[in-house]
């Protein structure tokens, strides 16, 4: 019998976790990426070869979108593609911080069917499938319900909070951070925040698991123009993320200043 794609991403992920935490992050090998694109160490590009080999060999007709691959236009003729983060939050990462992950998921005709985020050190894997619903380790997770911006705890960065993003300045709401992307996603899915905004744009791979754990979740998961996000497109940026409980979502996007 297959392997089903969530499980095939669950084993990987957790592969993922073994080689990179098998390096020590102070002292890995690491570099900085051309046009300030952020570093890169020798584990990212370790844990990298072994999803490519492990999950191209388990489905070799799925399409590649990676963060430490070279890109190319073959997946866009692709009807399903894989996209991976080897790791969302490589500074996190090289501080010897526990808050970076593994962000793998895969798209069909631009939709997440699977989607799997694992933090190796704090042994939590955010799990999700198309209609199969979200969990953590394998608990069912279930966004906010909170109502009101003056009640919720919103992921953001500090530059989020600058009054020009938002109708009448302060939105309001208390400010939290984590530093990846895919984790900010999972702790929306989990209910532990009411939501995150990202208006910067925003890569695909450290996007794509973590909305279908939030939307699996009953949250919403959208561009900051409220628009529907679709993956594997030809330029894998999205429009700036906001992902929250329906209520909190919605009082998002009507406090944000659309420029």
Same mark, same amino acid.
Request: with cysteine; charged share 20%.
């Given at each position: %019998? ?41 584990? @990212? $590009?370790?844990?990298?070869? %072994? %999803? ?5 060999? /388990? ?55 699977? /989607? ?53 300045? @302060?939105?309001?709401?208390?400010? +939290?951070?984590?530093?990846?992307? /895919? ?12 939501? %995150? ?13 973590? +909305? $279908?754990?939030?939307?699996? +979740? ?19 940026? $999205? ?21």
């Amino acid at each position: %019998m297959p392997v089903r794609d969530l499980d095939l991403l669950i084993d990987c992920a957790r592969k993922a976790g073994q080689i990179a935490t098998s390096y020590a992050g102070q002292t890995a090998q690491r570099w900085d990426k051309p046009d300030d694109a952020g570093p890169v160490t020798e584990a @990212d $590009l370790a844990v990298n070869a %072994m %999803m490519h080999e492990t999950l191209t060999a /388990a489905r070799p007709d799925y399409g590649w979108l990676s963060e430490e691959s070279e890109d190319g236009t073959g997946r866009l003729d692709q009807s399903q593609v894989f996209i991976v983060d080897p790791i969302d939050g490589t500074r996190s990462f090289i501080e010897g911080a526990d808050t970076w992950s593994h962000s793998l998921a895969i798209a069909r005709n631009g939709e997440i069917t699977a /989607a799997v985020v694992f933090l190796p050190k704090l042994d939590r894997l955010y799990a999700a499938s198309l209609g199969g619903g979200a969990t953590l380790n394998e608990q069912p997770i279930i966004a906010s319900q909170t109502q009101g911006l003056e009640n919720a705890t919103i992921l953001a960065t500090k530059p989020v909070m600058a009054e020009q993003h938002w109708i009448a300045g @302060d939105p309001g709401f208390k400010r +939290a951070h984590r530093p990846s992307l /895919a984790y900010r996603l999972g702790l929306v899915g989990q209910g532990r925040f009411d939501g %995150m905004v990202t208006l910067r744009k925003s890569w695909e791979w450290d996007i794509a698991a973590g +909305a $279908l754990i939030v939307t699996e +979740a009953g949250g919403h998961c959208t561009d900051k123009s409220g628009a529907s996000l679709r993956f594997n497109n030809p330029d894998p940026r $999205l429009n700036g993320v906001l992902a929250a409980g329906a209520s909190i979502h919605a009082d998002l996007l009507a406090s944000l200043a659309q420029t």
